[in-house]
């Protein structure tokens, strides 16, 4: 039963075609929380610009579910978007984040909620120990890309973190007020500060459809991450600069000081080539960081919406009266298999 005194739990499910996913979901969620009784419970599910049946799937269970809502996007923003309007529109007094593809384990929940009922921490995150069925070059890549960050930022990341956590709303809030458009939750999870408790446990893998993380787009998204939370690659690109000017310098001296000495002309000229080459390849890619900064600013001061909203379970005809009127009061758990 849904009491007025109650707290109030709010998940947020990122869904980017997920139709295979969302039943399997939808009943483990209900398993785990049915135990759950002395809190509320309101599902926010963001679908991202889903191409497949998604959004009716959403449809149909908000309105045989009254704790269920849903934010539909435009077209596909991204993950990071998908998370940023669910924390935006969760009413929770906490608030949880989770993948639909059971990769992050509802029987966790519990535990997470206790932890931050305790007082003694804002946030309950958790952690992969093992990366057992990922492909062995993806990981690889994982621990590079977490050792590097942390080395050159001042954003605490963790190694295997997942976006899987349970924070409180002093914490969402501090959240939502970064802005910012180009989002790497991982980092500013770890800026706005907070106690957070790390939770550990085995990874599980998707159990249904696949993975939308390409190879390349996770790399993108890591180098999206260092630009976003380390000024370290300018730095290199300066210090580069400055000890190839200073190669430089010694060798005009070296060359000048030969003539003198040795006269003769111009011979060498192969070493002059890759000299040359060698040089402008650094310039560019020095110029290739600094632009890269520079289009990320670029972006944040176009102040776009970081998400396009197209329809909402407010929008919904089907949706019951009982939940437009602000009331929570909740239908038995229902299964979408069963249509
Ligand atoms: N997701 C999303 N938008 C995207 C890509 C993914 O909302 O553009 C969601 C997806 O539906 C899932 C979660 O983000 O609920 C994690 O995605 P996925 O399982 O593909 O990533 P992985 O677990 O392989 O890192
Ligand atoms: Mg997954």
């Known amino acids: 039963m849904i009491s007025e005194n109650k707290k109030l739990i709010s998940i947020v499910i990122p869904c980017y075609c997920e139709e295979e996913s969302i039943p399997a979901f939808w009943d483990e969620i209900c398993k785990t929380t049915g135990t759950m009784s002395h809190v509320n419970f309101e599902f926010l599910f963001v679908d991202d610009g889903s191409k497949d ?33 669910g924390l935006q529109e969760a009413k929770g007094d906490f608030v949880a984040i989770m993948d639909a593809d059971l990769q992050d384990p509802p029987s966790l929940l519990p535990e997470m909620l206790r932890t931050v009922e305790s007082g003694k921490y804002d946030c309950a995150a958790t952690r992969r120990v093992t990366r057992k069925g990922e492909p062995r070059i993806r990981s690889f890549f994982a621990k590079m890309f977490y050792k590097i960050i942390n080395k050159i930022s001042d954003a605490d990341i963790v190694d295997g973190a997942r976006d899987f956590r349970l924070m409180s709303r002093k914490m969402v809030d501090a959240v939502i007020q970064v802005g910012e458009y180009n989002r790497f939750s991982k980092g500013i999870f770890g800026w706005v500060g907070f106690k957070t408790k790390w939770l550990e446990y085995e990874n599980a893998e998707r159990r249904q459809g696949e993975t939308k993380w390409s190879f390349w787009k996770l790399l993108v998204y890591s180098l999206d991450g260092i630009v976003a939370f380390s000024s370290m690659p300018l730095y290199i690109a300066s210090v580069l600069g400055i000890v190839l000017c200073l190669f430089a310098f010694l060798a005009i001296i070296f060359v000048i000081v030969r003539q003198l000495i040795w006269g003769g002309s111009a011979y060498g000229w192969p070493s002059l080539v890759c000299i040359i080459l060698l040089l402008s390849g650094v310039q560019l890619f020095a110029i290739g960081i600094l632009g890269q900064y520079l289009s990320k600013t670029y972006l944040e001061v176009k102040k776009r919406p970081i998400y396009i909203v197209n329809e909402t379970d407010s929008d919904n005809p089907f949706t019951n009266s009982e939940k437009s009127a602000g009331g929570s009061a909740s239908k038995e758990t229902t299964s979408l298999v069963e249509g």
């Open 53 to 85: 049946n998604t959004l009716d799937l959403l449809r149909t269970l908000s309105f045989k579910d009254s704790r269920v809502r849903y934010i539909s996007f435009s077209r596909n923003f991204g993950k990071e978007a998908a998370m940023y309007a």
